[in-house]
């Protein structure tokens, strides 16, 4: 993606007005004709969430306010918890909880499973799923054991902690449609604000299947690229949320459209929103949360104190809501100087198999 920007689009951007931001959308993705794959569109969404912060400081006001002005009060965020244990994860939701959270995603370890998507490794320690080193760590998973194990963990949880809160979970396309369709409807009871990627989503029509036996919401679509990713699962109202984001889907621009279409079939956002995109891409997520008619909630796992520093920003969080603040532009900087202080330091998300050797997917 940073070639992409350097060597090609940048260059190209010289001498153009940069007050046409959808002339500008339009001649990059035109232009591409192998266009639509995740390096073509994050390089785009990039110079396309740049533009509108020009255009809205130009205009001296916040984005959200070029945008057609606020749709809401605040943006209802949801947070992480996770733990090796039920008890672990029970703690790290009373946490949570204490802090405002009014939607938080639970993940567990699994018994007799080393490591499994979405637990952290250590106690205390924020989930972070890429691992340093030369290649990715390859992982194993056992689909029975967890099938039979997380409903006891949503039960924990809503036993211990009632209703008051927005209860979601990361399947991360581990399941077949039928093993979805199975564990989505014996989950009812503890009612999820949404279960998300229950299976790949190369396949759109095997979601009608799911749909055809729970009423548990379902949530997909973080590794879209374009609205044409989505046209399918929206069209024929097979998800609920869509959880492109504004940093692979084109930027704000490509981002409007996908909502727009999206509000036609009831269908509302709920945008990815993991650690490994910079603080830049949460503050032009908030701005479009704020204005987004049809919003549902924003992933934040957050950011360490470093991060922070090197990305001055005016956002603010509050019982569970944030808000991108009222400076012109996103409301957020990059100090080029400290970055220089933490250089690049690569890492790889890890890779799935099956307990008999069979790469699944992570």
């Known amino acids: 993606v940073a070639s992409y920007l350097t060597d090609h689009l940048c260059p190209q951007l010289i001498g153009r007005d940069a007050r ?26 990039a110079v396309d969430m740049a533009l509108w912060d020009i255009k809205a400081k130009a205009a001296n006001m916040p984005l959200y306010q070029l945008l057609g002005g606020a749709s809401r009060e605040g943006v209802m965020v949801y947070c992480h918890t996770t733990g090796h244990t039920i008890d672990d994860v029970l703690e790290d939701y009373a946490r949570h909880k204490e802090q405002g959270f009014k939607a938080i995603r639970v993940q567990c370890g699994v018994p007799g499973m080393k490591t499994t998507y979405g637990m952290a490794k250590g106690k205390g320690l924020a989930y972070e799923p890429a691992t340093k080193g030369q290649w990715p760590e390859e992982q194993l998973w056992s689909t029975e054991k967890y099938l039979d194990f997380t ?38 009871d503890y009612r999820l604000f949404w279960m998300e990627d229950p299976t790949p989503a190369e396949n759109q029509a095997c979601f009608r ?9 379902i949530a997909v679509g973080e590794v879209f690229n374009s609205i044409w990713d989505c046209k399918q699962l929206i069209e024929e109202q097979l998800i609920d949320y869509i959880r492109t984001t504004l940093t692979h889907a084109g930027g704000i621009t490509g ?18 929103g993991p650690s490994d995109l910079s603080p830049v ?22 950011y360490s104190e470093q991060m922070l520093e090197v990305f001055p920003h005016n956002w603010t969080f509050e019982g569970g809501y944030m808000h991108p ?21 690569p890492a790889y998300l890890p890779v799935a198999r099956l307990e008999d050797g069979t790469l699944w997917n992570w």
Request: aromatic share 14%; glycine share 8%.
């Open 209 to 217: 299947l799911i749909r055809q036996h729970t009423v548990t919401p």
């Open 281 to 302: 891409c949460m503050a032009a997520a908030l701005h479009f949360d704020l204005w987004v008619p049809n919003f549902g909630v924003q992933e934040f796992m957050g």
């Open 325 to 345: 603040g009222d400076k012109p532009g996103l409301g957020i900087e990059f100090d080029e100087k400290l970055a220089a202080k933490y250089p690049y330091d």
């Open 20 to 45: 046409r931001i959808e002339d500008i959308w339009q001649f990059f993705y035109k232009g591409a004709y192998w266009r639509r794959g995740p390096v073509t569109m994050s390089a785009i969404s």
């Open 151 to 188: 409903p006891k963990l949503f039960d924990a949880v809503r036993n211990t902690f009632g209703f008051n809160e927005h209860l979601l979970h990361d399947m991360h396309h581990r399941l077949t449609p039928i093993e979805a369709a199975r564990f989505g409807k014996g989950i009812e």
């Open 255 to 272: 981002m409007r459209r996908i909502a727009d279409f999206a509000s036609l079939y009831q269908v509302r956002t709920g945008s990815h």
